[in-house]
């Protein structure tokens, strides 16, 4: 089974047989399946009226439990978003009345965010179909290689946040 990368890979290696590239063997397919999982991911999320994101910030105000409620540094933490865009995805969020924000009384300079009725509902529309589109993206593989995957995932992330 030889893909776009293996062609890359035999490129280098007769261009430059001195050097190692098999990390490019990794790092390449990484990228690009990346690459797709985040347009199949879009897509979704675009006929739910969302982009990944804001559902990211829904969601994670919903799993977290009632009252759906966290402080913005919370949400930056537990979300799969940068604390620099979380100001600006609540802007939004919060004009489409999916979410609210109040004073924090534990903080007065800080805020709570709060998931709205509205908000909660379109959590609950999209993650059917969420988890459908990622179940279609891993349909080649078998439940161990994806816990496999998941696992050796896992430990990249981990060396990274350690180092």
Do not use: C, Y
């Amino acid at each position: 089974m030889s893909d776009h990368v293996d062609r890359i890979l035999a490129q280098w290696a007769e261009e430059r047989p001195d050097l190692d590239v098999s990390p490019m063997a990794v790092i390449g397919r990484l990228s690009r399946v990346s690459a797709v999982v985040d347009a199949k991911l879009a897509k979704n999320f675009a006929a739910n009226g969302l982009d990944g994101g804001s559902f990211d910030v829904l969601a994670t105000l919903l799993r977290n439990g009632a009252p759906h409620r966290l402080t913005p540094a919370a949400l930056a933490a537990d979300a799969m978003i940068t604390s620099s865009a979380v100001a600006q995805r609540l802007n939004r969020l919060e004009a489409r009345g999916l979410i609210e924000r109040s004073p924090n009384p534990d903080d007065g300079r800080g805020s709570l965010v709060t998931l709205t009725p509205a908000g909660q509902a379109a959590v609950e529309r999209t993650l059917p179909t969420h988890l459908a589109t990622e179940e279609s993206i891993l349909a080649a593989l078998t439940k161990d290689e994806r816990a496999a995957l998941a696992g050796l995932l896992g430990k990249l992330l981990s060396a990274r946040d350690s180092g």
